[in-house]
C-alpha cells in the first residue's frame, strides 16, 4: 500500500489552551463560568430581603416599594442567570450588561433612600437593621457595577 502524503492531519490544539472542560473538537464559542460575583451578588440580595422583613417600615411608601421590588425582584433574576449557567444557556453580553446595570442603579437608590429615611430616627434594633440594610443595599450596588465592567471589559 503506497502512503498518501498529500493529506495533512488536522493540527492538533494544546490542551491547555482551551477553557476548563472544553474538548479540542468542540464548537469555538466560549462561555464564561458561572462567577463568583453573581453569588456575591444574590448572597447580598437574599442578605438585604432578609432585612427587610424585620425593619420593613421604611417611613415612605415608595421606598418600601422600591427596596421591595429590588431585592425580591433580583433574587428572581440572578436565580434565572445561575439556572441559564448551570444549563450551559448562551446570555448574550447585552443582556448581562443590560441587568448588571440595572441591578447597580435599583441597589444605589434603594440603599440612598432606606439610609435617607433611617438616618435620623431613635436608635433602634429596628433602625440599626434598617441601616445595615441599606449599606448592604449601597454595596450590593458597587458590586454589580463592578461586574458591568468585568462583562464589558471581557473578550470574545
Known amino acids: 500500500m503506497a502512503e498518501n502524503s498529500s ?18 473538537t468542540a464548537p469555538r464559542e466560549y462561555r464564561p463560568p458561572l462567577s463568583i460575583i453573581k453569588f456575591l451578588e444574590l448572597s447580598l440580595a437574599i442578605t438585604c430581603t432578609a432585612l427587610h422583613y424585620y425593619s420593613f417600615d421604611d417611613g415612605d411608601l415608595v421606598t418600601g416599594f422600591l427596596a421591595t421590588g429590588t431585592f425580591c425582584g433580583f433574587i428572581v433574576i440572578l436565580l434565572t442567570v445561575m ?3 448551570l ?9 448581562s450588561i443590560f441587568y448588571s446595570l440595572l441591578g447597580c442603579a435599583c441597589f444605589l437608590t434603594s440603599g440612598v433612600f432606606i439610609i435617607e429615611a433611617w438616618e435620623h430616627a431613635f436608635r433602634t434594633r429596628t433602625r440599626d437593621l434598617a441601616i445595615t440594610k441599606g449599606s448592604i443595599a449601597v454595596i450590593n450596588g458597587v458590586i454589580f457595577l463592578m461586574d458591568t465592567i468585568f462583562t464589558f471589559r471581557e473578550r470574545k
Open 7 to 24: 493529506v495533512v492531519p488536522p493540527p492538533r490544539v494544546h490542551q491547555s489552551a482551551l477553557p476548563v472542560g472544553m474538548h479540542p
Open 83 to 85: 439556572a441559564g449557567y
Open 87 to 95: 444549563m450551559k444557556a448562551h446570555l448574550h453580553r447585552r443582556l
